[in-house]
């Protein structure tokens, strides 16, 4: 305009720098900062008696993980919960998109509904659900008038994750399935005219076609979900009172990180337990990130 | 072909209706409860309608937990203060860098891509002793401070603002508004969709944050919902009428703001699961 362009653009830059400095402040402080204090606290024993004092230990907080039984407890409960809880979720959100992507009456009716879990606070969910799996609560009542076998669901070891398993198919199913709709979108429908011609049923068009289709989306989903199991903290907290009981049950890496800050004050060995966790799962990501651009280019 | 597809068709109704029955059963059943008396509860019926209904629950847990009318208020003000610094900032941000060019903008813009991607379990304990040090521990500003700006949400909205019309800011500068008066007057109230989306994204998860409050509130005074709920459950154990009334007091304020926006849900998921 009639402004001198330096000193428009000196204007510019103030204002971008205005409108960029609350999150500048914020995100530095309570994220750029805290991360860079994580290596810190990872690399010292921390002592956190009167004034918080460190002693650099080097490795030693990494080398302590190999021989911590309860970590492995945490490892093998989070990868048994991975194998079941994410093909499952992966299996229903899929199944329920494909339905509610026909054309059917009151289909935002349902989809709002399906919906509904994923809304409510974990807290509130683990609450219904325990209510439910009591001894003498709905779902033992269900399983013995099918002639099912009935168990503690709360307080036996054998069955305490599975219980949260349940619930947690049932709360994250649905936030997939408004991916795999959305995804659903995006398939030209032609591919499903000419499958018409050449005679397949809906059954065919689902294998040859939906389900190549979603294959990017699919990863994702599965990436998403196996990154979820890693974070698993309010459910298994609820559940077991914090502790990760019965008998470890329930014990998640992030409770397992929590219990070691907090109730062990050993901050620096949670610190470094919480790096491992970090670097596993942006590995996780970045790997996903990087094959679904490729799948994307193609 | 086409009679097949019809035929299908009951069975497709059967397994919406069903799996709709299955989402709804927890919270019907936990609604059932509230409203049951404690004897009713402990007889073990699986009546879904109360045999005798009864407002006692909700009652109590007013009168008996003086607190829990106090943890209703923190969280609402400690959801509410997050969404309307998350609006203001994150969109600011966004607004900045889409539009605004300024030395160290590109660097900025991929630093916030970065910390999309880090998850937050990394920053929880550095966090915590942070917000120690600031001596800020069973304080609202303890989690309202951190969460003021979201990286997710600064990257929507910068992708909400490169697709705006830029004519609308010639116009504006051409009446001698300044970006201030550019971004107030004239951006922000036209970028109404994507601020409802992040507003029900932000309140949902500031609401139902756990782990924040508790590790940073210690004070019976400080707790939210979610950690009040939790003591909640040790405290009256086995008094199952009185922890699911306290659940549905919860789970109605988000419940409402989900009914009302559910339609922005569905952009604003598309939007930041990765699509």
Same mark, same amino acid.
């Given at each position: 305009?009639? #402004?001198?362009?330096?000193?428009?653009?000196?204007?510019?830059? %103030?204002? $971008?720098?205005?409108?960029?400095?609350?999150?500048?402040?914020?995100?530095?402080?309570?994220?750029?900062?805290?991360?860079?204090?994580?290596?810190?606290?990872?690399?010292?024993?921390?002592?956190?008696?009167?004034?918080?004092?460190?002693?650099?230990?080097?490795?030693?907080?990494?080398?302590?993980? /190999?021989?911590?039984? +309860? =970590?492995?407890?945490?490892? +093998?409960?989070?990868?048994?919960?991975?194998?079941?809880?994410?093909?499952?979720?992966?299996?229903? *959100?899929?199944?329920?998109?494909?339905?509610?992507?026909?054309?059917? +009456?009151?289909?935002?009716?349902?989809?709002?509904?399906?919906?509904?879990?994923?809304?409510?606070?974990? *807290?509130?969910?683990? %609450?219904?659900?325990?209510?439910?799996?009591? +001894?003498? $609560?709905? %779902?033992?009542?269900?399983?013995? *008038?099918?002639?099912?076998?009935?168990?503690?669901?709360?307080?036996?070891?054998?069955? /305490?994750?599975?219980?949260?398993?349940?619930?947690?198919?049932?709360?994250?199913?649905?936030?997939?399935?408004?991916?795999?709709?959305?995804?659903?979108?995006?398939?030209?429908?032609?591919?499903? &005219?000419?499958?018409?011609?050449?005679?397949?049923?809906?059954?065919? #068009?689902?294998?040859?076609?939906?389900?190549?289709?979603?294959?990017?989306?699919?990863?994702?989903?599965?990436? !998403?979900?196996?990154?979820?199991?890693?974070?698993?903290?309010?459910?298994?907290?609820?559940?077991? /009172?914090?502790?990760?009981?019965?008998?470890?049950?329930?014990?998640?890496?992030?409770?397992?990180?929590?219990?070691?800050?907090?109730?062990? !004050?050993? !901050?620096?060995?949670?610190?470094? =337990?919480?790096?491992?966790?970090?670097?596993?799962?942006?590995?996780?990501?970045?790997?996903?990130?990087?094959?679904? #651009? &490729?799948?994307?280019?193609? | 072909?086409?009679?097949?597809?019809?035929?299908?068709?009951?069975?497709?109704?059967?397994?919406?209706?069903?799996?709709?029955?299955?989402?709804?059963?927890?919270?019907?059943?936990?609604?059932?409860?509230?409203?049951?008396?404690?004897?009713?509860?402990?007889?073990? $019926?699986?009546?879904?309608?109360?045999?005798?209904?009864?407002?006692?629950?909700?009652?109590?847990?007013?009168?008996?937990?003086?607190?829990?009318?106090?943890?209703?208020?923190?969280? /609402?003000?400690?959801?509410?203060?997050?969404?309307?610094?998350?609006?203001?900032?994150?969109?600011?941000?966004?607004?900045?860098?889409?539009?605004?060019?300024?030395?160290?903008?590109?660097?900025?813009?991929?630093?916030? %891509?970065?910390?999309?991607?880090?998850?937050?379990?990394?920053?929880?304990?550095?966090?915590?002793?942070?917000?120690?040090?600031?001596?800020?521990?069973?304080?609202?500003?303890?989690?309202?401070?951190?969460?003021?700006?979201?990286?997710?949400?600064?990257? !929507?909205?910068?992708?909400?603002?490169?697709?705006?019309?830029?004519?609308? &800011?010639?116009?504006?500068?051409?009446?001698?508004?300044?970006?201030? $008066?550019? @971004?107030?007057?004239?951006?922000?109230?036209?970028?109404?969709?994507?601020?409802?989306?992040?507003?029900?994204?932000?309140?949902?998860?500031?609401?139902?944050?756990?782990?924040?409050?508790?590790?940073?509130?210690?004070?019976? *005074?400080?707790?939210?919902?979610?950690?009040?709920?939790?003591? @909640?459950?040790?405290?009256?154990?086995?008094?199952?009428?009185?922890?699911?009334?306290?659940?549905?007091?919860?789970?109605?304020?988000?419940?409402?703001?989900?009914?009302?926006?559910?339609? @922005?849900?569905?952009?604003?998921?598309?939007?930041?699961?990765?699509?």
């Amino acid at each position: 305009m009639a #402004k001198p362009g330096g000193k428009r653009r000196g204007m510019e830059a %103030l204002a $971008g720098y205005g409108f960029m400095s609350p999150v500048i402040l914020i995100l530095g402080c309570f994220l750029l900062l805290p991360i860079l204090y994580a290596i810190f606290l990872s690399l010292h024993k921390v002592n956190l008696l009167g004034h918080v004092s460190y002693k650099f230990t080097g490795t030693a907080n990494f080398e302590r993980m /190999a021989d911590d039984p +309860r =970590l492995w407890i945490a490892l +093998r409960n989070t990868a048994k919960y991975a194998l079941i809880v994410v093909p499952c979720q992966t299996i229903l *959100a899929l199944v329920l998109a494909a339905i509610l992507n026909m054309k059917i +009456r009151f289909r935002n009716f349902f989809r709002v509904a399906f919906y509904l879990p994923t809304v409510t606070s974990s *807290a509130v969910l683990v %609450l219904i659900f325990m209510w439910i799996y009591n +001894r003498n $609560g709905l %779902l033992n009542y269900l399983l013995d *008038a099918v002639g099912l076998p009935t168990y503690n669901w709360l307080g036996d070891p054998t069955v /305490a994750l599975f219980g949260i398993m349940i619930m947690n198919i049932w709360s994250t199913a649905p936030l997939f399935m408004v991916i795999y709709l959305a995804a659903l979108q995006d398939i030209p429908d032609s591919l499903y &005219e000419a499958a018409s011609i050449d005679g397949a049923n809906a059954w065919q #068009k689902f294998w040859k076609i939906t389900v190549p289709q979603l294959k990017p989306v699919t990863f994702y989903v599965l990436v !998403m979900g196996i990154v979820g199991t890693f974070q698993l903290f309010d459910q298994s907290y609820i559940f077991s /009172a914090g502790s990760g009981g019965p008998n470890n049950a329930t014990l998640t890496m992030v409770l397992l990180i929590y219990q070691y800050a907090f109730k062990n !004050m050993d !901050m620096g060995y949670a610190s470094a =337990l919480a790096f491992m966790l970090a670097v596993v799962i942006m590995l996780i990501t970045v790997v996903q990130r990087l094959l679904f #651009k &490729e799948d994307k280019a193609n | 072909m086409g009679s097949k597809a019809k035929r299908l068709r009951p069975l497709v109704y059967v397994l919406l209706a069903g799996y709709a029955l299955v989402t709804f059963i927890p919270f019907l059943w936990a609604l059932s409860a509230s409203f049951k008396s404690l004897p009713e509860i402990v007889a073990g $019926g699986m009546n879904i309608i109360p045999k005798h209904f009864t407002l006692d629950n909700y009652q109590t847990i007013f009168k008996q937990e003086p607190l829990f009318p106090r943890w209703f208020l923190n969280s /609402a003000i400690i959801a509410l203060s997050v969404t309307a610094f998350n609006l203001l900032f994150n969109s600011m941000a966004g607004y900045a860098l889409a539009r605004i060019r300024f030395p160290g903008s590109t660097l900025m813009f991929y630093a916030i %891509l970065g910390m999309i991607m880090i998850p937050g379990q990394l920053t929880i304990i550095p966090s915590y002793l942070i917000i120690k040090y600031l001596g800020w521990l069973n304080s609202y500003q303890a989690i309202i401070v951190p969460m003021a700006a979201q990286a997710t949400y600064i990257f !929507m909205m910068r992708q909400f603002f490169i697709n705006f019309p830029r004519e609308l &800011e010639e116009a504006a500068e051409l009446d001698g508004l300044g970006r201030l $008066g550019m @971004f107030l007057r004239v951006v922000l109230p036209l970028a109404k969709p994507a601020l409802a989306a992040q507003t029900i994204f932000i309140f949902m998860g500031a609401w139902n944050e756990f782990l924040k409050p508790l590790m940073l509130m210690s004070d019976k *005074a400080m707790f939210t919902l979610s950690i009040g709920l939790n003591t @909640f459950k040790g405290q009256y154990i086995s008094f199952w009428n009185y922890i699911m009334a306290a659940s549905i007091i919860m789970t109605l304020p988000a419940l409402l703001i989900y009914v009302f926006f559910n339609r @922005f849900f569905v952009k604003g998921i598309t939007f930041t699961g990765g699509k």
